[in-house]
């Protein structure tokens, strides 16, 4: 059997976060087809509703997503390293790592705290609209917690 690309289960992951926010499912993830692919999950109710309330405009992350983790090469889509320079998304990701927040995820997602780092999506999105949370670099897992822009 060939593995379905992102592309083609864009239609399946907007079921899977519409069935996490009417509360048919606990957890909310699926699996990228990336070279090495990761385990992403939304952490709360709240991201997938406004991921949902504005389908279109998200596609362009989801789709990202398959590049996968490409760390602090720049120019390219896909999960990439935050940085202080990306200002007020840095800020947004990088304290969630020391909050209480930041613990209960990753003590909820069976994350590493050694070997967490927190993250962007990256797409060709003109608003500057950027998923972020924190990626297990070690376990391949992505955990997604908020929307954020870099102003």
Known sequence: M????????????????????DGRTQECSFTTDSLKPLKIF?????????????????KKHFRALRYGYVGDR???NGIRDIHENDGRLYKLAANLLCTQ??????MCYDLNPETVRP???????????????????????????GIGRYK
């Open 42 to 58: 939304i952490d709360s109710r709240n991201l997938a509703k406004e991921i949902l309330g504005n389908r279109t405009a998200f």
């Open 119 to 145: 993250i962007k999506v990256v797409a060709h999105d003109p608003s500057s609209r950027r998923l972020y949370g924190i990626i297990d670099t070690l376990q391949s897992k992505v955990v997604l917690v």
């Open 2 to 21: 060939v593995a379905q690309n992102i592309e083609d289960r864009l239609d399946d992951i907007f079921v899977i976060l519409k069935d996490f926010l």
């Open 74 to 76: 720049r120019g390219l």
């Open 101 to 106: 927040r930041g613990s209960n995820v990753t």
